[in-house]
């Protein structure tokens, strides 16, 4: 998501999160763009778990993106 991006890197964590979670549900459920985005929108995810003093919840994105550098044509 554009937007979340936008907002996450002006701080707005609250607001990104939710545009984030957003995208990365669509994504999921995606077999169009899953495999070229799901990744990128991970690690927005993480940067905002991170960099909001949530690192524990940033857990789940960095295991899809360990998944995606094993098997990166899913």
């Known amino acids: 998501s554009s937007l979340g991006r936008t907002l996450l890197a002006k701080g707005d964590y609250a607001d990104a999160e939710s545009y984030l ?25 993480i940067d905002l778990y991170r960099n909001s003093g949530s690192p ?9 993106l360990s998944q995606n550098a094993r098997h990166p044509h899913r």
């Open 21 to 45: 979670l957003d995208a990365y549900d669509r994504l999921s459920r995606s077999t169009t763009f899953h495999a070229a985005y799901l990744p990128e929108n991970a690690e927005l995810l």
């Open 56 to 64: 524990d919840r940033a857990i789940p994105y960095t295991t899809v």
